[in-house]
């Protein structure tokens, strides 16, 4: 098949919990880590180890607050994030092709 190459698919994307953070924020832009948690069924030890990958890949960018002495922490997808997001999508899509 015209396109398969198993290599393009982006290993720190392709996790599970990983790539629901991705799809997520390619669509809200950025959340909160409450509302990631929640949406995703993981527990904070979990979403933040993914968080941490996503982060050192430059893919999501991290930033943490006090708000009404509450800590707060917001991810936002940053431009190389959306673009390997793309491109992943982009490899899943060749790898499916013709079915």
């Keep these: 098949m015209e396109g398969f190459d198993i290599d393009h698919i982006d290993d720190v994307i392709h996790g599970r919990v990983r790539l629901g953070v991705m799809a997520y924020l390619s669509g809200a832009g950025s959340a909160d880590f409450n509302t990631l948690k929640t949406r995703l069924q993981a527990t904070d030890g979990n979403l933040?180890?993914?968080?941490?990958?996503?982060?050192?890949?430059?893919f999501v960018r991290v930033e943490k607050a006090f708000v009404n002495r509450k800590p707060l922490t917001t991810l936002t997808l940053t431009d190389?994030?959306?673009?390997a997001f793309a491109a992943y999508l982009d490899a899943i899509g060749k790898l499916v092709e013709g079915r």
């Design 48 to 58: 933040s180890a993914h968080l941490r990958k996503l982060e050192d890949a430059g």
């Design 80 to 83: 190389t994030g959306r673009t």
